[in-house]
């Protein structure tokens, strides 16, 4: 498969001229021009003239990512850096490395109030490009695997632009486009994903190929890991992510994908200040039919589905185990199996050569599905006929791992189909140094798919890193572990405001102030500080003199007492410190 034609490409290098009337973007050595209007934000592409000549560039762009309406004023979004990652099909991948938010209106009348709320809307909308990473292609779908663009192009003879060509689940600033009201401006309309992309040139035995992986995360349900669980009701679960794997060789490509996602039913997980909070399934919904919608979607979309599921057989979890199974028994679909793994149970003290387990049990399947494989630009040789969707509670760390598995399952097949591999040789013998880079990437692909759903980097990425795990593994494990809680209790409510301004579901009404004013009780404020107190006190009462033994040990006991009573107090009212969403307020449930 090729790179779309250059009839149909973005522009990818472009003047951005800035007046007090119009924004104007000129693309370098063509002949049209964007122009947008700056008092009532109407957009129109028109050849160029000669005026331009004379004019010096505000400063140079590299896309037009959208625009969106805050308080008081539009503001166009457009990227001003990027980063070169590699080569697919031909056409260059990168990676979003700076952008500008830039107002039509730059000094509306606002009062404070409403100047100090449009400040925090823009550092959410910041905060949410500021995520590690949005990548985009001026000359490829980055939206659509392999296979999924062969059969478009196959349907659809002539395609316009690249923007009408992507899947809207993998388009995170389709809405900031949308807001463009002109027909005739495609070409500048650039579409990112975020997720992550890694293009290497590698060889075996002196064969030279490219191996990639690209990750496309989902907008729908789109949000922050306690913030977002479950599915909603047209049948989009919460951390939906593809992965696809492409090797291209002598002309040919081959395509792997997997998915992940969180388990298809109702269920919630709020943060409540304890470590790992109880999930709930949420009552009084349609359980079956959000799950049934999800399912028919992706059967349409991947064919056969191998649902693994690898969260613990016990307790909480093992609740929503059990009735995720007891929901697929009653759909009845041919075209599901459901393979449970309990990952923790399984692989307790640091056993993960037990993973082979579960993967001997998905082999037979996987040599079923295949892979898709094209040669010589347009010849399909196979078809990928099911996928293995993967998920554990968050869908990131055991997830990953299991991931990366099957992947290197899937490679080691390919790599033997096209002759790369002499017979019964694996990868590693072949080329240890191929073995470092395919680690390191699949776990750098578990870390930026972390990152963007938990705040931090994956657990358990040593083993995939390494092949085993490790002490100093276990170490930056809780590390992150620590990083998590303090996020996910306390910075992640404005992530989550952050993705859904970004994307469209809370649209700012003009110049009405979005409901950003937090009322917090008595108890935010006295129980932290009596706390902190406490704690200091108990410390400077350890350092006195020991003649005051007996008064010490009063001082100590009564300042321990105070500790235990002001953090009692916290975890108690624990919903009363949580760093809620502002812009949408979650349900929440009674622990």
């Given at each position: 498969?090729?790179a779309?034609s250059?009839?149909?490409?973005?522009?990818?290098?472009?003047?951005?001229?800035i007046?007090?009337e119009r924004?104007?973007?000129?693309?370098n050595?063509?002949?049209?021009?964007?122009?947008?209007?700056?008092?009532?934000?109407?957009?129109?592409?028109?050849?160029k003239?000669?005026?331009?000549?004379?004019?010096?560039?505000t400063?140079r762009?590299c896309?037009?990512?959208?625009?969106?309406?805050?308080?008081?004023?539009?503001?166009?979004?457009?990227?001003?850096?990027?980063?070169?990652?590699?080569?697919?099909?031909?056409?260059?991948?990168?990676?979003?490395?700076?952008?500008?938010?830039?107002?039509?209106?730059?000094?509306?009348?606002?009062?404070?109030?409403?100047?100090?709320?449009?400040?925090?809307?823009?550092?959410?909308?910041?905060?949410?490009?500021?995520?590690?990473?949005?990548?985009?292609?001026?000359?490829?779908?980055?939206?659509?695997?392999?296979?999924?663009?062969?059969?478009?192009?196959?349907?659809?003879?002539?395609?316009?632009?690249?923007?009408?060509?992507?899947d809207?689940?993998?388009?995170?600033?389709k809405?900031?486009?949308?807001?463009?009201?002109?027909?005739?401006?495609?070409?500048?309309?650039?579409?990112l994903?975020?997720?992550?992309?890694?293009i290497?040139?590698?060889?075996?035995?002196?064969?030279?190929?490219?191996?990639?992986?690209?990750?496309?995360r989902?907008?729908?349900?789109?949000?922050?890991?306690?913030?977002?669980?479950?599915?909603?009701?047209?049948?989009?679960?919460?951390?939906?992510?593809?992965?696809?794997?492409?090797?291209?060789?002598?002309?040919?490509?081959?395509?792997?994908?997997?998915?992940?996602?969180?388990?298809?039913?109702?269920?919630s997980?709020?943060?409540?200040?304890?470590?790992?909070p109880?999930?709930?399934?949420?009552?009084?919904?349609?359980?079956?039919?959000?799950?049934?919608?999800?399912?028919?979607?992706?059967?349409?979309?991947?064919?056969?589905?191998?649902?693994?599921?690898?969260?613990?057989?016990?307790?909480?979890?093992?609740?929503?185990?059990?009735?995720?199974?007891?929901?697929?028994?009653l759909?009845?679909?041919?075209?599901?199996?459901?393979?449970?793994?309990?990952?923790?149970?399984?692989?307790?003290?640091?056993?993960?050569d037990?993973?082979?387990?579960?993967?001997?049990?998905?082999?037979?399947?996987?040599?079923?599905?295949?892979?898709?494989?094209?040669?010589?630009?347009?010849?399909?040789?196979?078809?990928?006929?099911?996928?293995?969707?993967?998920?554990?509670?968050?869908?990131?760390?055991?997830?990953?791992?299991?991931?990366?598995m099957?992947?290197?399952?899937?490679?080691?097949?390919?790599?033997?189909?096209?002759?790369?591999?002499?017979p019964?040789?694996?990868?590693?013998?072949?080329?240890?140094?191929?073995?470092?880079?395919?680690?390191?990437?699949?776990?750098?692909?578990?870390?930026l798919?972390?990152?963007?759903?938990?705040?931090?980097?994956?657990?358990?990425?040593?083993?995939?890193?390494?092949?085993?795990?490790?002490?100093?593994?276990?170490?930056?494990?809780?590390?992150?572990?620590?990083?998590?809680?303090?996020?996910n209790?306390?910075?992640?409510?404005?992530?989550?405001?952050?993705?859904?301004?970004?994307?469209?579901?809370?649209?700012?009404?003009?110049?009405?102030?979005?409901?950003?004013?937090?009322?917090?009780s008595?108890?935010?404020?006295?129980?932290?500080?009596?706390?902190?107190?406490?704690?200091?006190?108990?410390?400077?009462?350890a350092l006195?003199?020991?003649?005051?033994?007996?008064?010490n040990?009063?001082?100590?006991?009564?300042?321990?007492?105070?500790?235990?009573?002001?953090?009692t107090?916290?975890f108690?009212?624990?919903?009363?410190?949580?760093?809620?969403?502002?812009?949408?307020?979650?349900?929440?449930?009674?622990?």
């Amino acid at each position: 498969m090729k790179a779309i034609s250059n009839l149909d490409f973005c522009y990818d290098d472009m003047n951005l001229y800035i007046t007090p009337e119009r924004f104007i973007v000129e693309p370098n050595g063509k002949e049209e021009l964007l122009i947008i209007d700056r008092n009532c934000s109407e957009a129109k592409v028109q050849l160029k003239t000669s005026q331009l000549a004379h004019r010096m560039p505000t400063r140079r762009v590299c896309g037009i990512l959208g625009t969106i309406s805050l308080i008081g004023s539009n503001y166009l979004l457009v990227a001003t850096h990027r980063l070169y990652v590699g080569m697919i099909n031909g056409a260059v991948i990168w990676r979003l490395a700076g952008y500008d938010i830039i107002p039509y209106i730059p000094n509306a009348c606002l009062n404070a109030n409403q100047l100090k709320n449009n400040e925090v809307l823009l550092k959410m909308l910041r905060k949410t490009l500021d995520t590690p990473h949005f990548y985009f292609s001026y000359a490829y779908d980055l939206t659509q695997s392999q296979q999924r663009a062969h059969n478009l192009s196959a349907t659809i003879k002539q395609q316009k632009s690249l923007i009408e060509g992507t899947d809207d689940r993998f388009v995170w600033n389709k809405s900031l486009l949308n807001n463009f009201k002109c027909l005739d401006m495609n070409r500048f309309q650039l579409p990112l994903i975020l997720g992550f992309a890694s293009i290497n040139q590698v060889q075996i035995n002196s064969q030279t190929f490219f191996w990639s992986i690209i990750s496309r995360r989902s907008v729908h349900k789109a949000g922050t890991r306690f913030f977002s669980r479950g599915i909603n009701d047209d049948g989009h679960v919460a951390n939906f992510v593809e992965t696809e794997q492409i090797m291209e060789y002598n002309g040919q490509c081959v395509s792997f994908v997997q998915t992940r996602g969180s388990m298809p039913f109702y269920w919630s997980q709020l943060p409540n200040l304890r470590y790992k909070p109880r999930p709930h399934r949420i009552n009084g919904k349609e359980h079956l039919l959000a799950c049934k919608r999800h399912f028919e979607e992706q059967i349409t979309l991947y064919g056969q589905q191998v649902l693994v599921n690898l969260v613990n057989h016990n307790g909480s979890e093992g609740d929503l185990e059990s009735f995720f199974r007891n929901l697929l028994q009653l759909l009845k679909n041919s075209k599901i199996r459901y393979e449970a793994f309990d990952f923790h149970a399984e692989c307790k003290k640091m056993r993960y050569d037990r993973l082979t387990i579960l993967i001997d049990r998905l082999a037979h399947e996987q040599d079923e599905f295949s892979q898709f494989h094209i040669a010589n630009g347009n010849k399909v040789v196979s078809t990928q006929k099911g996928v293995f969707r993967t998920n554990c509670m968050d869908c990131l760390d055991r997830t990953n791992v299991v991931q990366s598995m099957l992947a290197r399952r899937s490679l080691q097949k390919s790599l033997e189909k096209l002759g790369i591999l002499h017979p019964n040789q694996k990868i590693e013998s072949a080329s240890p140094h191929f073995e470092l880079i395919f680690k390191a990437v699949w776990a750098d692909n578990a870390d930026l798919i972390s990152m963007q759903y938990s705040g931090t980097g994956a657990l358990k990425t040593d083993f995939t890193r390494t092949g085993k795990r490790t002490k100093r593994g276990l170490l930056q494990d809780g590390l992150n572990s620590l990083t998590r809680y303090y996020m996910n209790n306390f910075t992640d409510g404005f992530r989550q405001d952050g993705i859904d301004l970004f994307l469209g579901r809370y649209v700012v009404a003009d110049r009405i102030c979005a409901p950003l004013e937090v009322k917090r009780s008595w108890r935010y404020n006295a129980f932290p500080s009596i706390f902190v107190f406490a704690v200091a006190m108990l410390y400077i009462t350890a350092l006195m003199p020991p003649s005051l033994k007996t008064e010490n040990l009063l001082f100590m006991l009564f300042w321990g007492a105070l500790i235990g009573v002001s953090a009692t107090g916290m975890f108690h009212y624990g919903h009363e410190f949580i760093d809620w969403p502002r812009l949408f307020r979650p349900i929440r449930f009674q622990v």
